[in-house]
């Protein structure tokens, strides 16, 4: 079984204003809610790609319980803990002549709601995957993703896309997968990166680190892989208009483990991929199996 895991999911409000101006009514041309979450949005895809998963994390309040029911409704299994402090946020996301975010704070997590989620992990087995992906709420120790790794049995695989500091501090636990995009590579290296020579030599340096296999996405460039291997695979992007980036990297991240565990081959995951990651920026939403497929033809 696939898990993902996050920590502090929302209820994305998402609203299109016409020429929205401060201190007067404005009335929405068009809303959405979304259920936002980098680990939600890999179940989401996977699901479209026929691969079950089920979602951890903490919810808590009415609009916890709206993300549960809106999980089921969509035929996505959860598994969350629900906290008595506060409420499962609400991020409103406003389109106008500029695009303006309001995110909310999410409930308090006490560790005795950590312990429960560690507990999850404990019964796990080497059959199956976990994906952490996201920030660590403020209530959070810093050390978090540490602790539940340390909580998982042996031959878990675990997937990673965090930033920087976060990402680097969990190497030496050896993931199977990690995506930064090429800003935050060169991010962990102190330098920006120019070419794909020097994306292969600083993602050469993750592995040396731990990680098994380095997924880079660069935006309208393309991405490339360094596979546990030691080969180096290359996929341009996606044609087409871009319209949404948010959840496009979850969706390269969930089509590339989707790839890569219907075939064992990691050029046709890097493309599944690829396709995926497409797919949700070419639309206002996050992909669907048809998108994918259209998206996955042109490659």
Same mark, same amino acid.
Do not use: W
């Given at each position: 079984?696939?898990?993902? %895991?996050? @920590?502090?999911?929302?209820?994305?409000? &998402?609203?299109?204003?016409? *020429?929205?101006?401060?201190g007067q009514i =404005? /009335?929405?041309k068009t809303e959405n809610i979304y259920f936002g979450g980098k680990g939600i949005n890999v179940s989401c895809i996977l699901r479209e790609l026929g691969i079950p998963s089920t979602a951890l994390g903490f919810t808590a309040g009415f609009t916890g319980k709206a993300l549960s029911d809106g999980l089921s409704a969509m035929g996505i299994v959860s598994d969350f803990i629900h906290v008595e402090n506060g409420m499962t946020r609400i991020n409103?996301?406003?389109?106008?002549?500029? #695009?303006? #975010?309001? =995110?909310?704070? $999410?409930?308090?997590?006490?560790? /005795?709601?950590?312990?429960?989620?560690k507990g999850k992990l404990r019964q796990l087995t080497k059959e199956d995957i976990v994906i952490l992906s996201g920030s660590i709420p403020s209530c959070m120790?810093?050390?978090?993703?540490?602790?539940?790794?340390? +909580?998982l049995p042996e031959g878990v695989r675990l997937i990673v896309d965090a930033e920087k500091d976060l990402l680097l501090s969990i190497l030496k636990y050896r993931p199977f997968l990690i995506k930064p995009n090429h800003l935050e590579l060169g991010e962990m290296f102190g330098t920006q990166i120019?070419? #794909?020579?020097?994306? &292969?030599? +600083?993602?050469?340096? @993750?592995q040396e680190k731990g990680a098994r296999n380095v997924l880079v996405s660069m935006a309208g460039d393309g991405a490339v892989l360094l596979d546990e291997n030691g =080969?180096?695979?290359?996929?341009?992007?996606?044609?087409?208009t871009v319209v949404n980036s948010v959840g496009a990297g979850d969706s390269m991240v969930a089509g590339f483990l989707a790839g890569y565990l219907k075939t064992g081959d990691y050029g046709y995951a890097l493309k599944l991929g690829t396709a +995926?990651?497409?797919?949700t920026a070419f *639309?206002? $939403?996050?992909? %669907?199996?048809? #998108?994918?497929?259209?998206?996955l033809r042109t490659l």
């Open positions: 079984m696939i898990y993902t %895991v996050t @920590l502090n999911p929302a209820l994305d409000y &998402v609203i299109q204003v016409d *020429h929205f101006k401060a =404005n /009335r929405n409103v996301k406003m389109k106008s002549d500029e #695009e303006t #975010e309001i =995110n909310g704070t $999410g409930p308090v997590i006490s560790e /005795r709601d950590f312990e429960v989620l120790q810093s050390d978090a993703y540490e602790n539940m790794i340390t +909580c120019t070419n #794909e020579d020097e994306i &292969v030599f +600083c993602a050469g340096k @993750l =080969n180096v695979s290359r996929m341009a992007s996606a044609k087409g +995926c990651g497409g797919a *639309h206002s $939403g996050l992909a %669907v199996k048809e #998108e994918i497929e259209e998206v």
